[in-house]
Every structure is written in structure tokens, then in C-alpha cells.
């Protein structure tokens, strides 16, 4: 089973970018649905995003569309979120998420740790 590691996470300005990633170990993410959930303080987990198997093709959630793109390595092993134009309300941890094949992407079955997200304004 593939293990999920997040970072790049921290303090931000509203307005600003921050990149975070995700390596995975233990086995290729190329059989895997890859995606980003967040959850804020005394919130339910959000689905954030998710791409494809080979990255063809990438879902969003309605808050962060357009702002944010996820990416895919395969080689390396890795997926990155690229977050732009951020908000306060994006203050969040930020979770790396697998679906293995027949897991539908809204409910993956490998996540990991999380690394915080603080937006101020």
C-alpha cells in the first residue's frame, strides 16, 4: 500500500501563492487517483481536487476553482497543489488523498498526515 507525506505548508498573506506537495512510498501513484482535501476548524473535510491516474484529467471543488491546479509526477512519485490568489478562508490542513482503482475519488482510502495552511489577511 502506498504511503502519502504532505509539506510545504505555512503562513501565507492573503492574496499570495503556496505550492504543497505530496511524496508517496511504498508503491507507484501511477495506479492511483490522486487528490487534495482540506479541513478548516470545526469544519467538515472539503474535497479540494483530484487528477487522474495520468493526470488527463482534474476535478475541483467550486471554492477553489480557478485558483488552484493540481499536478502529477508519476515518475517521481509526487503530486503538487499549487495554490493561488489565496483567502483567509483557504486556512486550512491540508490533506494528500489515494484512490485506489474502484474507489471513486470523493471517498479515497489512503491519506496522509496533512500540513496546515495559514492564510492571514
Known amino acids: 500500500q502506498v504511503q502519502l507525506l504532505e509539506s510545504g505548508g505555512g503562513w501565507v498573506q492573503a492574496g499570495g501563492s503556496r505550492r504543497i506537495s505530496c511524496a508517496a512510498s511504498?508503491?507507484?501513484?501511477?495506479?492511483?487517483?490522486m487528490g487534495w482535501f482540506r479541513q478548516a476548524p470545526g469544519e467538515e473535510r472539503e474535497f479540494v481536487a483530484h487528477s487522474s491516474r495520468t493526470g488527463e484529467y482534474t476535478y475541483y471543488g467550486d471554492s477553489v476553482r480557478g485558483r488552484f491546479t493540481i499536478s502529477r509526477d508519476n515518475a517521481k512519485n509526487t503530486v503538487q497543489l499549487q495554490m493561488n490568489s489565496l483567502k483567509p478562508e483557504d486556512t486550512a490542513i491540508y490533506y494528500c488523498?489515494?484512490?485506489?482503482?474502484?474507489?471513486?475519488?470523493?471517498?479515497?482510502?489512503?491519506w496522509g498526515q496533512g500540513t496546515q495552511v495559514t492564510v492571514s489577511s
Open positions: 511504498g508503491r507507484s501513484i501511477s495506479t492511483y487517483g
Open positions: 488523498a489515494a484512490s485506489s482503482p474502484g474507489t471513486h475519488y470523493m471517498t479515497p482510502d489512503i
